[in-house]
């Protein structure tokens, strides 16, 4: 945990875990409740707040995700700037100002009275034909333009990349350093995920937006509700990347579930590691992230 903490962009990890997260702790039980119940009888409330904690999960992955590529792009291809830009103290700034801006992109929702219960998938969630200016700024502001970002700035990580091992092959040197490698695949896997799972229910979106009255009743249902619970599913995939991709996040997962299993032999074999280690090593390591990054070392 300190770890992750000493690493300005780990927090972004964190965070975007914290928008996976929400959503799972107040509106997929409601949902649940509502589907044995075969109707919302939660009340009018919980139907807005629910639909609200959806949309503040939902943009807040779609921002953290978009934060997380610029903050790649930033360390691999202007390392030198990052230094600058990314110092320890400017990554939680950065975090709140993603939150902010989700909080700010949530707003119009109560102005324009957007957020709903829809029976076909028993959910209180945004409405597509409540605005169709608004549901085109939705889909523009809060998929188009993000996923633009982040294409961008994975296209320019991916030909440093190749241009590095162009170079090291070239000149005889060490290969780049696999873990590095991951860490950048991983982040990678999880946009496209993310973008394939949600991708169909804002082309939905895109569609209404253009004719709502034309487009919304040609929608099968059937679409929609397999498209919406696609975009649900995503929240659960993030995690099972992290475990396929990255061999440090399993060992710490492994670490965290045998503490709960077993507080006190992993509170006797902390002590036991601590004092075996002696006090020089409870300084944390330098993180070779705080170096700057070139071709070569990737």
Request: proline letters at 5%; a positive charge.
């Amino acid at each position: 945990l300190l770890l992750v903490f000493s690493i300005p962009g780990n927090l972004f990890l964190v965070s975007l875990a914290l928008a996976d997260l929400v959503v799972a702790l107040y509106p997929y039980p409601l949902v649940l409740v509502a589907i044995f119940q075969d109707g919302w009888a939660q009340g009018e409330v919980h139907c807005k707040a629910s639909a609200f904690v959806m949309g503040l999960s939902v943009i807040g992955s779609v921002f953290n995700i978009t934060a997380i590529a610029i903050n790649r792009y930033c360390y691999i291809c202007h390392s030198l700037a990052y230094h600058r830009l990314c110092r320890r103290w400017h990554t939680p700034l950065y975090i709140c100002l993603v939150w902010l801006l989700t909080l700010a992109a949530l707003v119009p929702n109560f102005f324009v009275g957007s957020l709903e219960y829809d029976p076909r998938i028993y959910s209180c969630t945004f409405v597509q034909t409540a605005s169709a200016r608004y549901t085109g700024a939705v889909v523009a502001v809060h998929f188009l333009l993000p996923m633009a970002v982040v294409c961008f700035c994975y296209l320019r990580i991916w030909v440093l990349v190749l241009r590095a091992r162009r170079k090291v092959k070239s000149d005889n040197k060490l290969c780049p350093r696999s873990s590095n490698v991951r860490s950048f695949l991983s982040m990678f896997v999880v946009f496209v995920i993310f973008a394939v799972c949600w991708a169909p229910l804002n082309c939905i979106g895109l569609a209404v937006a253009v004719n709502p009255e034309a487009v919304a009743p040609q929608v099968p249902e059937g679409l929609f509700v397999a498209s919406y619970y696609l975009a649900y599913f995503n929240s659960c995939l993030n995690a099972i990347i992290y475990g396929l991709l990255n061999q440090n996040f399993r060992r710490e997962f492994q670490k965290i579930i045998s503490a709960l299993w077993n507080p006190r032999r992993c509170m006797q074999d902390s002590s036991k590691g601590s004092q075996a280690e002696g006090p020089e090593s409870q300084a944390l390591p330098e993180v070779s992230a705080q170096r700057p990054v070139g071709a070569d070392t990737l």
